[in-house]
């Protein structure tokens, strides 16, 4: 096994596109060292992006907010100016582990760790965020959505590297929200998860929308259905209503030890419509 | 595995050592360096009995790679008295027996330490919240929590 810290991003491809045996990519370490341990993954290279210019920072430019992939989620919540525009975004980012992990843990690893009911996702997927992937034919934007393939497995091919993740530039009168069902209070995995998105007009009247839902189907789902129940509407009961029918029909849940897909699919509409209220009021609807 | 060499101060030592590319900084401190304070509960980042300050951020140390720690900044428990002298929060975790077997207790003092600097005067809310990576099995947490008010007290008016 090798350690490699490359200094950048053109390197840490090359090394990567270039190995033999299994490769990792290492930032925040928090799912990866866990699995080694575990003896579910023994690569043979590990590559350390934190030593690569840029990847560590969080940058507000003309389009938005880019998010280096080796940025803690502890950062995103230390942002005043990212909080202000995603608190969606920043809110699911802060739910993942505890203190210590917040310290370590990316969005970007999140993603790319592929699990179904990852926190942070379903928030990128309904602020319509983008990763920027660096490979060995060049750099190419694809929308976050399409990176996780299913439980644990990408899109990305051999060499790939996510370098960061892309957020909007925020229209006015708009705003997120992230919620999650445990069973404790924090520090838990989602049994079931919801991110809405919503942009209003001057009178309150939603005229773009991004439904997504966690744990509910081996990849987060982007409800585009749910979104099209709010559009056009002002978010009243009969709206809510429809939108919470829409997404538990959405949802293709597993019976597993956290939840069944009885409770999957009621909670899953139960936590749309709570999340939706949020983001309307964030949005400055009434 | 060829070995990784690395140089990192630790509570304001500088320090060098070799370790595998796969070795996690707890195993270093413990086995290499006779640093046994960091304990391991889980390894796998749940009970924060391996807690250490990274540049400034609360981490699992079994979460972080021996090698990762080349030109970073390091804090363990074992900086936090000075000679014969403890830290508050060592003192505040005896007079209110805040421990019973001691094997998450370094880890707590680390994590109370980082939230005390960056949050001098945490509610109660706050210090659970802060210190809800850190796992203890036998004083059921009232005690800690109380140990760490009155240490925030003391240090306030230091």
Known sequence: MRYIRPLSIEDAVGQLARAVGPAAILAGGSDLLVRMKGGFVEPELIVDIKGIAGLSEIRETAEGFSIGAAVPCAVLGENAALKKAWPGVVEAAKLIGSKQVQGRCTITGNLCNASPAADSVPALVAAGAKAVVVGPSGTRTVAVEIVPTGPGKTSLAKGEIIEAILLGKRAAHSGDAYLRFIPRTEMDIAVVSAGVNLTLDEQGVVKAARVALGAAAPTVLLVEEAAEALIGRKLDEAALERLARICSGACRPIDDKRGTIEFRRKVAGVLARRAATTAYARAGGK | ?158
């Open chain 2, 1 to 158: 595995m060829a070995g990784v060499a690395v140089s990192t101060v630790i509570n304001g030592d500088a320090v060098e050592y070799l370790c595998q590319p796969d070795e996690p900084l707890l195993d270093v401190l413990r086995d290499r360096l006779g640093l046994t304070g960091a304990k391991e509960g889980c390894g796998t980042g749940d009970c924060g009995a391996c807690s250490i300050i990274l540049d400034d951020r609360l981490v699992c140390s079994c979460l972080v790679l021996g090698a990762e720690a080349e030109g970073r900044r390091i804090e363990t428990v074992e900086g936090m008295a000075h000679g014969e002298k403890l830290h508050t929060l060592q003192q505040k975790f005896l007079e209110h027996a805040a421990l019973q077997c001691g094997i998450c207790t370094p880890g707590f003092l680390i994590a109370a330490k980082d939230l005390l600097a960056k949050n001098p005067d945490p509610t109660e809310e706050e210090i659970r919240f802060g210190l809800a990576g850190n796992l203890c099995r036998c004083t059921g947490y009232d005690k800690i929590v109380r140990a760490v008010q009155d240490a925030a007290q003391v240090m306030k008016g230091a």
